[in-house]
């Protein structure tokens, strides 16, 4: 049986050849482009970076530093992370790594397959719960947040949520793959943002039409 592999990446500053970012992807290229796409709608330190260099007409450069077993990725995220900021290297992870925002292309194909008509069992969830709570932000990336979210910094400044969106927040949502299919039903907004990791947001629009799917499924308030 051909075991599956994935890459460890390097976003490089094109003006100085500094390495900003470490990352995982089985496609690096297309994260690549991910990246740059995303980096427009989310203010993050290694978005504003990105963005940056957009203004000046460039973009980072990308390199695969090692391609490893897709049982191992996390362990070897983590170590190049800490390998290149020991090295003095100034980067945009706000984590240690091995938390991963996705599972990667061939490991989310066999998820929807499995879950097709079907619903996650007690300790799949039990252990997409886990993951989460595991995922810690470094002194570095609490710090920026912590500044970012100062005074009139903060996004909610002087603003308060809608009775509509802390209503929508505890509506019960169900959850369906891309073709369509059935998968689970969830009390809540929250509940499905504090076990899956998906935006609760992203949900909320997809749920109101506003947007096509969330986190890789579609979702409607029942």
């Known amino acids: ?49 990105i963005q940056n260099l957009i203004k000046e007409d460039k973009k980072p450069i990308l390199e695969i530093i090692d391609t490893v077993p897709m049982c191992e990725w996390s362990e070897k995220e983590k170590y190049w992370i800490k390998y290149y900021r020991e090295n003095g290297c100034s980067l945009t992870n706000l984590t240690d790594g091995g938390d991963g925002g996705n599972f990667g292309d061939e490991i989310n194909k066999l998820i929807s397959q499995k879950l097709k008509g079907g619903v996650f069992s007690e300790e799949t969830i039990k252990r997409m719960t886990e993951s989460a709570r595991k995922r810690k932000l470094t002194d570095e990336g609490k710090k920026l947040l912590s500044e970012k979210r100062k005074g009139e910094k903060n996004s909610m ?66």
């Open 1 to 49: 049986m051909l075991e599956l592999v994935t890459h460890i990446y390097v976003l490089k500053d094109p003006n100085s050849g500094e390495i900003r970012y470490v990352g995982k992807s089985d496609k690096p290229k297309e994260r690549l482009v991910e990246h740059i796409r995303k980096s427009k709608y989310k203010k993050t330190y290694k978005n504003n970076w």
């Open 157 to 222: 400044f002087g603003r308060k949520q809608s009775k509509h969106c802390i209503e929508s927040k505890y509506k019960p949502v169900e959850q369906f793959d891309l073709n369509g299919n059935f998968i689970k039903s969830w009390k809540s907004l929250k509940e499905v943002s504090e076990y899956l990791s998906i935006n609760r947001n992203s949900i909320r629009m997809c749920s109101n039409n506003q947007r096509k799917s969330a986190g890789g499924y579609k979702w409607k308030f029942k």
